[in-house]
Structures are given as C-alpha cells and as structure tokens.
C-alpha cells in the first residue's frame, strides 16, 4: 500500500493520531448486551486524502468504514467481513471490508455527483433503491457467507441494522458519526455498536436505544477530546458496562507491487505485448480498495 502522509512527515502526531485509533469491546445489562465504540479520526482522514474524496463523498466512505470495523467486534483468528451497496442514487456504491487484526479498507463505486450539496436534506436521496449484501469470510468455513437485503432507510446505519434483524435475528444498532469543522476538515470520526444477546429483557433493549440516540454527536465528542470508555461509561451507566478489551483500526491494505506485477503477468500474451507496444507508459496500476498507484516503465513490461 502507498499511503498519502497527512501529518507532513511529523512521526509525533502520527503516533498520538495511531494511539487515539481503537475498538474498544464492552458488555453491558448484566451481559445481555454486547457492544463496541471505535474512535477513527485519524483513519477516515487517511482514507480521505489517499482517494481523493471531497465532504460529502467522505461523510458516506466513512460512515461505511466505521460501519465495517464494528461489525468485526465478534469476529476472531483470520475472520474478516465486508458489505457492498448498489444502488441507484448518485452514491451508485460502496464496497468495504475489514479484518480481525483492525485493517480497513474500500471505496466508492464512482465519485458522487450533485448539483448542490446544500440542498441534500438526507443521505438517504444519494441512495436510493438498491442492495445491501454483507459478507463474511471465517477462518474455519469452506466458503464465504452472504446475506442481502433491499435498501429500506437510505442510511449504512440503519439499513445495517435492519440486515441483522432480517438475516441473523439479532437485535442490532449502530452509531456512525464525522463531525467536520469550517474548512470541511473532519476534526472526529468514530461509532457505537450494540447487539442484544437472547434473553434480555425488552426493558433493557428500549434503554439501550434511548441511551445511543440521546448521544448527539459522537465525531464532535472525538473532537473535543472526550475518550471512548468515559463516554460509553457515562452514557451507559444504568446499564453497567464493563470493558473487555480493546484493539488498534487502521486505513490499511495489502496491495504491494509484486501482486500487481502478478496481475500483469496474469494477462493474455496479446494484451501484454499490445500493452508493450502501445503504452501509455508509465503505465499505472490502481489499487480500487486504496487507490494506490503502482508505475511500471516499458523497461519493466519487458522484464515481466
């Protein structure tokens, strides 16, 4: 992976940023809730400036990333999970995917187009209808597991929790939020999740809801500098949550060069040798999960 440098070559506030970037994973109501709450500032801002993305298209690829991380709170070993949106709306789609050791990654099928932004009143109109289709890949399965559904809400957030109500009857909710300052910059990024295990009380369940949508914003708490565990504490103190573990996220992806020099060497002899003939060169090789370039001189075709 090529990774844009967004803290100007500063390895202080690179760390500081890396250190603040965690899951933290939570049970509470006597463990019949189970959760988690990630901070990603410094990964959705990564994210922004290696694709390229303006305000509205990083509100929508960070909603989704956040999204994906959570939903590896419950995975182990090498699992990872991944969902995809197609839809009709200027979005078109999303495709993003995270693993077990806190690596994300993903992209926006095309670069949102509208007239103007002021006037988008919901996410919900860049949607439209379309599928929502999650993915997971277990270490001890035979073969991936889909689910899918239509899109109901327009939103990552709710139309995720209504895949888990539909397909794994799981009572689920989620909490994405980025808060942007003046210069459109994102200043906060991070989620909740909650999940209710069988047999917890309905008592419960309608507090937990309550609780979740009475935090206003999450990004913007991020930003002025509030940690995770004191807010979930705080938040969630009637339900008594207790800490299990935590662990680092990250804008990450394994694309090197030697797995694109693979898929040159993958092509037809005739695309090679027209690719040989006719350049352009450099001829680049785009990572569409990161969008990192890979260049290769004629010298290096030659070579494959």
């Given at each position: 992976m090529i990774k844009k440098d967004i803290f100007s070559k500063d390895v202080k506030a690179q760390f500081k940023a890396a250190s603040k970037d965690r899951m933290y994973r939570f049970v509470m109501a006597d463990g019949m809730i189970k959760g988690a709450v990630v901070h990603a500032t410094r990964m959705v801002n990564e994210m922004q400036a290696n694709h390229g993305l303006g305000p509205l298209e990083t509100l929508v690829l960070g909603q989704a990333y956040i999204a994906v991380t959570l939903m590896c709170a419950g995975l182990k070993g090498k699992d990872r999970v991944g969902f995809n949106i197609r839809c009709s709306g200027p979005v078109q789609g999303v495709d993003v995917e995270a693993n077990t050791f806190g690596e994300v990654r993903g992209s926006l099928k095309n670069t949102i187009q509208v007239e103007d932004s002021k006037q988008i009143k919901?996410?919900?109109?860049?949607f439209g209808a379309g599928f929502l289709t999650v993915t997971k890949?277990?270490?001890?399965?035979?073969?991936?597991?889909?689910?899918?559904?239509?899109?109901?809400h327009g939103s990552i957030a709710e139309d995720l929790a209504t895949y888990f109500l539909k397909s794994e009857?799981?009572?689920?909710?989620?909490?994405?939020?980025?808060?942007?300052?003046?210069?459109?910059?994102?200043?906060?990024?991070?989620?909740?999740?909650?999940?209710?295990?069988?047999?917890?009380?309905?008592?419960?369940v309608i507090e937990a809801e309550n609780r979740i949508q009475q935090i206003h914003s999450l990004g913007e708490a991020f930003a002025r500098g509030d940690s995770p565990e004191k807010l979930i504490e705080n938040q969630f103190e009637s339900l008594s949550p207790r800490f299990l573990d935590s662990s680092r996220v990250e804008f990450f992806c394994r694309c090197n060069r030697k797995r694109m020099e693979a898929y040159l060497k993958n092509l037809s002899a005739p695309d090679r040798d027209e690719i040989r003939e006719k350049g352009p060169f450099p001829l680049e090789v785009r990572c569409h999960h990161c969008n990192s370039v890979y260049l290769f001189s004629k010298e290096d075709m030659s070579s494959l």
């Open positions: 919901s996410l919900s109109t860049l890949y277990l270490e001890d399965a035979k073969s991936p597991y889909s689910g899918q559904i239509a899109l109901e009857q799981i009572p689920t909710g989620f909490k994405l939020s980025l808060f942007f300052n003046d210069k459109e910059e994102v200043e906060g990024a991070g989620g909740i999740y909650l999940q209710a295990m069988p047999g917890v009380s309905p008592e419960q």
